[in-house]
């Protein structure tokens, strides 16, 4: 797999989820601090769960 180039932006998203999925953050501290809502962070989740967090990053 080669190298791919994120944001901070992209990393922090992605630091944020992986506590969520970890249990160290909850859903809602998660959308507060993405500025997102519930449902897009739930969405984002299961397309990090499904695709991993590489492919996920290309498709937002």
Known sequence: MGLIAMSERDVQRIEILSKVMAGR?????????????????????????TTGA???????
Do not use: G, N
């Open 25 to 49: 953050m909850t859903l809602v501290s998660a959308a507060h601090v993405l500025d997102l809502s519930e449902r897009q962070v739930r969405r984002l989740l299961e397309r990090i769960r």
């Open 54 to 60: 590489a492919k996920f990053m290309i498709l937002v």
